[in-house]
């Protein structure tokens, strides 16, 4: 399943181009431009398991870093500094992953 399936593809090209430049990602910002604030919570755990690439059952931090690619294949890689916060912001359990429960308080933020 692609993140277009999910959200408007014009909305993923608009949020992609605001935060086009480097260490200027704010994870807040980016699921509300896309859309995926507003959805369904199966729509947002869908969203989940597209990021969650070795289907782990979490986002691990190097899975992470090319979140932005899972929206377009032109989405840029996250700096370390961006991985790291957007990390500490939903990782509340501590354990350096971000599970489904997890993105989906993240993006209801």
């Known amino acids: 399943m692609a993140m277009n399936s999910i959200l408007n593809p014009d909305d993923i090209k608009k949020a992609l181009d605001v935060f086009k430049a480097v260490d200027s990602f704010d ?7 896309v859309g995926l604030k507003a959805k369904s919570a199966d729509d947002v755990k869908k969203a989940f398991y597209v990021l969650d690439a070795d289907n782990s059952g979490f986002i691990e931090k190097e899975e992470l870093k090319f979140v932005l690619k899972h929206f377009a294949t032109d989405g840029r890689v996250l700096t370390d500094k961006e991985t790291k916060a957007f990390l500490q912001a939903a990782d509340k359990d501590g354990d350096g992953k971000i599970g489904a429960e997890e993105f989906t308080a993240l993006v209801r933020e």
């Open 27 to 33: 994870h807040k910002r980016f699921f509300e431009m």
